[in-house]
């Protein structure tokens, strides 16, 4: 018997009834012969980490902060490793399939373009200029990264559950009680995936929030720090525990009426009082100033796109699509150092 077979069959003895089994994977797109030592799920999980550069550059895009002047606010790169410690430590203690759930998070955010979410609604907004039938969504873009771009245009080619978890995670401002209540769309490990990110970005936002000084201690809400706890780690402690006490040996996920209350306040408190906050949508107008303008460029000057991308479609909306693809790649610092070399003087000190 091979490596992968007995850790299949450790699988079938151990994991819940509920998990999803590495020997019952619905398999790849384009079928390939096993691995005599890594379940499927394993080999997703090690080709995100060693072949996918889009990955590797998650380390120089923007979280909430963008350029930020202090060195340990969290990157795209830091807030994706949160993400699946999360999952794992719930994974583990459901007896979920880990390998899948970690796979499913360290791919989910792969497809974000530089400067966060401000970044994706410039992209969003640019693109439809030029095709008025597109648009753009990180997390399509992130199954399009590990499906169609990674490898010179081979992809990953990963498992279809892998595949389904990406594209499923992001709920945006949806309450945590009503994805919890909805249909379970894909497998468990997938709903783990989701319910990490949420968990994750509260509470490192606002843990982000108070070493910038944008918020002080005496700002957050007493009656939620209370509930949930008012350290970084304590919050996060309750969430996870209260998510894997009330789950156990159930075919979905579940919290406290208290803690899911208490999660989604503290998420409407984030939108109200950090998201919207003056100085981000100050950046945000910036940001749709390099984005769009960075736009413009790759579709008005075929030298400025063949420089780039190595080749100019014929086609108007095949053209879009790839400006589409190039800019979502860029780091923050590769879309400021494009925007300068385009817009302003070649003597700029930047």
């Keep these: ?69 202090e060195d340990h606010l969290r990157t795209r790169l830091s807030h994706t490793l949160e993400v699946s410690q999360i999952a794992r430590t719930i994974a583990k203690a459901l007896r979920l399939n880990e390998d899948l759930t970690e796979a499913i998070a360290l791919a989910h955010d792969v497809g ?23 648009s753009f969504k990180h997390q399509e873009h992130s199954l399009r990264v590990v499906s169609e771009l990674e490898r010179d245009g081979a992809g990953l080619n990963l498992t279809l559950e892998t595949l389904e978890g990406i594209a499923l995670h992001s709920k945006g401002q949806t309450d945590l ?9 894909s497998s468990v490990e997938a709903l783990v995936l989701s319910v990490s990110d949420r968990i994750a970005y509260l509470n490192h936002d606002l843990d982000d ?3 910038a000084g944008v918020l002080a201690p005496g700002d957050l809400p007493a009656g939620l720090m209370e509930s949930l706890g008012w350290s970084h780690s304590a919050r996060v402690g309750t969430m996870v525990e209260d998510l894997i006490q009330h789950s156990i040996e159930q075919p979905c996920l579940r919290m406290s009426a208290a803690v899911l209350e208490a999660t989604d ?16 949508l100050d950046d945000c107008k910036k940001v749709r100033g390099i984005v769009g303008g960075l736009f413009d460029v790759y579709m008005s000057s075929d030298t400025a796109l063949f420089e780039a991308c190595g080749y100019v479609p014929d086609d108007p909306a095949r053209r879009a699509r790839l400006v589409c693809d190039y800019i979502a790649g860029m780091t923050d610092r590769f879309a400021a150092e494009q925007y300068s070399k385009h817009f302003l003087p070649s003597s700029f000190p930047f």
């Design 112 to 134: 974000h373009t530089p400067y966060g979410h401000s970044g994706e609604a410039a992209l969003d907004e640019a693109y439809r200029r030029y095709d008025a039938g597109a």
């Design 209 to 211: 929030c108070l070493r």
């Design 265 to 280: 306040a503290l998420k409407c408190f984030m939108f109200e009082t950090v998201y919207s906050r003056p100085e981000l």
């Design 1 to 69: 018997m091979q490596v992968r077979e007995r850790l299949e069959e450790l699988e079938r003895q151990n994991l819940s009834p509920h998990a999803t089994l590495s020997a019952e994977s619905k398999g790849r797109r384009a079928p390939e012969a096993p691995c005599p030592v890594r379940t499927c799920f394993q080999r997703d999980r090690d080709r995100i980490i060693h072949l996918c550069r889009a990955f590797r550059r998650l380390a120089h895009k923007t979280q909430v902060f963008i350029s930020p002047r």
């Design 177 to 185: 009680a009503s994805l919890l209540a909805a249909p379970l769309q």
